[in-house]
């Protein structure tokens, strides 16, 4: 089971960000719903991503078939779409599959608000 808790943020200039913390395992059972809750936040509100997986244990291959999703939905619309807080245990799938270096990944949710949007 996947539960997600989101969170709305305005930056300095006036622009939303989501923030968007999944607690769980994003495997084949749950990336489908982890997807859509993805396509809901690009596509109905104008606003920038960041997905802080701190609390994602354990990521598959579908797993990160959804967050490759989501940040090519974000890109078209020219949103930013930013990882964070990778839970240690599911850091090395990002590493053996050379997603690290695909995707925007700050160390802490703090840092990912220091880039700018």
């Keep these: 089971m996947l539960s997600i808790q989101e969170k709305s943020y305005q930056t300095k200039s006036d622009e939303t960000v989501i923030v968007l913390a999944p607690a769980g395992r994003l495997d084949i059972t749950t990336a489908w719903e982890f997807r859509l809750k993805l396509q809901e936040c690009i596509s109905k509100k104008t606003c920038h991503l960041v997905v ?49 270096t695909v995707f925007e990944i700050c160390e802490t949710e703090e840092e990912a608000f220091t880039i700018p949007f």
Excluded: Q, W, Y
């Excluded at 797993?63 to 989501?70: I, K, N, Q, W, Y």
């Excluded at 078209?76 to 599959?97: G, Q």
């Design 52 to 100: 802080n997986l701190g609390g994602v244990d354990f990521i598959d291959s579908s797993g990160l078939t959804s967050l490759v999703a989501g940040m090519r939905d974000a890109n078209k619309l020219n949103r930013t779409f930013r990882i964070c807080n990778i839970h240690p245990d599911a850091k090395l799938v990002f590493e053996v599959t050379m997603m690290d």
